[in-house]
């Protein structure tokens, strides 16, 4: 079960309280971009094993969307942050570093 | 004139806790910045109170203020002057980026009254409610459906979902509340 901290509401909720909304931090291509650029922002994803930035929202809750950092596979939350951001936060991309010397980074 | 009623006209139930639909209730409401002036000048005209902090309610003679979220906020007063406050309050958000709209209609509050009643949500949501406090707001879901709650009394709760799922929430509430299905873990 993963718990995520709504960084607006500060409820500690649960999956059930919360929608997914994928992978974060994504460069939105709309209009004019060349079929390259779309087709990485339709379909391309990280997809990784380990360390991932999504996107989720507060559904049954206060209603906001939030980002979250998680272990995609031992569920392990990072920390969870604005959505009013290009970026996640440099202190977590630090805390994120100390926890797992061999991540590649948030890019 | 129509004549108003409310989703399920006051129906009630007894079990180890109380549950009642509580009829006609004035539901207003505000979306807009918390730290506007014209927003909290608006919101102490038509409730008496100051914007509550983060999850919780403020209650004057005139009304009460629940936090929904950082952006929004219910305001809860008579039912019969529900729209004269709203159109007051849109006449005053005229020129500032925020919103009043009258919601009674478009959800149901009941409550929980007795010794169980934090126990009848304990089975339907997902929260601690041995640990939740006076005064404070809860938003989540009761089985499938969003609903807010607080503490309104020692041992009573009240609860807001949309009018649409009043049956639903009602039945819930029954079975959660159904004599022989105490726990007895959370007073
Ligand atoms: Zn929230």
């Known amino acids: 079960m993963l718990i995520f901290e709504c960084p607006y509401c500060g409820v500690k909720a649960e999956e059930t309280e919360l929608h997914a909304g994928g992978e974060a931090h994504l460069t939105r291509h709309g209009a004019g971009a060349s079929d390259d650029d779309l087709k990485s922002y339709l379909f391309m994803r990280k997809n990784p094993k380990g360390v991932h930035f999504e996107r989720w929202q507060h559904a049954n809750g206060c209603g906001k969307w939030f980002h979250a950092a998680r272990c995609t596979m031992t569920l392990e939350v990072f920390g969870t942050y604005s959505a009013q951001t290009f970026e996640p936060p440099a202190e977590l991309v630090k805390k994120i570093k100390k926890k797992r010397p061999d991540w590649e980074g948030w890019t | ?187």
Request: aromatic residues 8%; contains cysteine.
């Open chain 2, 1 to 187: 004139m129509s004549n108003a009623v409310s989703a399920l006209e006051g129906a009630s139930y007894q079990g180890f806790a109380q549950v009642r639909e509580m009829g006609l209730q004035g539901m207003i409401t505000l979306r807009g910045d918390f730290d506007n002036a014209i927003f909290k000048k608006t919101l102490k005209l038509i409730s008496g109170c100051n914007v509550p902090a983060l999850r919780e309610l403020n209650h004057s003679k005139s009304g009460t203020v629940v936090w929904m979220s950082p952006d929004e906020l219910l305001v809860l007063c008579a039912y019969d002057k529900a729209q004269v406050v709203t159109e007051k309050a849109v006449k005053q958000f005229a020129k500032t980026h925020s919103m009043a709209v009258n919601v009674s209609d478009a959800r149901a509050v009941f409550t929980i009254t007795g010794n169980g009643a934090r126990e009848v949500i304990a089975k339907l949501a997902p929260v601690d409610m041995a640990a939740f406090k006076k005064n404070e707001i809860r938003r989540t879901r009761l089985a499938q459906v969003p609903a807010a709650f607080w503490v309104s009394d020692d041992d009573q709760i009240t609860i807001v979902v949309f009018r649409s799922v009043a049956q639903y929430v009602f039945d819930l509430l029954k079975t959660a509340a159904a004599k022989g299905g105490e726990v007895g873990f959370i007073y």
